[in-house]
């Protein structure tokens, strides 16, 4: 069974940075895609940012885009998600998952993915 479990998440103020940390169990962590997706209170969940399994391809949503940088550390079984110039409308919980499918370019379709963590509060005060 897989287990994804994030950390990194906390309070801070706006223009700050936070680093989410999500690391797998499991074997065969490096064949696969990795995602970050977030829910606000009152929203639907949305996709942040994927990492393609070799590294090589990465994806981002428009609101995050050259602020936010997701990586992953294979030798580690972890993703990781820098967050910098943090806003307001960036506070949600925010939840690491991994591809259904082996050697998965990435995707920003949360039906693609097939594990899930239990998610890290991010909040950022104004």
């Known amino acids: 069974q897989v287990q994804m479990v994030e950390s990194g998440g906390g309070l801070v103020q706006a223009g700050d940075s936070l680093r989410l940390s999500c690391t797998a169990s499991?074997?065969?962590?490096?064949?696969?895609?990795m995602g970050w997706f977030r829910q606000a209170p009152g929203k639907e969940r949305e996709f942040v940012a994927a990492?393609?399994?070799?590294?090589?391809?990465?994806y981002y949503a428009d609101s995050v885009k050259g602020r936010f940088t997701i990586s992953r550390d294979n030798a580690k079984n972890t993703v990781l998600l820098q967050m910098n110039s943090l806003k307001p409308e960036d506070t949600a919980v925010y939840y690491c998952?991994?591809?259904?499918?082996?050697?998965?370019?990435?995707?920003?379709?949360?039906?693609?993915?097939?594990?899930w963590g239990q998610g890290t509060q991010v909040t950022v005060s104004s």
């Open positions: 990492i393609s399994w070799s590294g090589g391809s990465t």
């Open positions: 998952a991994r591809s259904r499918d082996s050697y998965y370019s990435g995707s920003s379709e949360a039906r693609e993915y097939g594990y």
């Open positions: 499991g074997r065969s962590f490096s064949s696969y895609g």
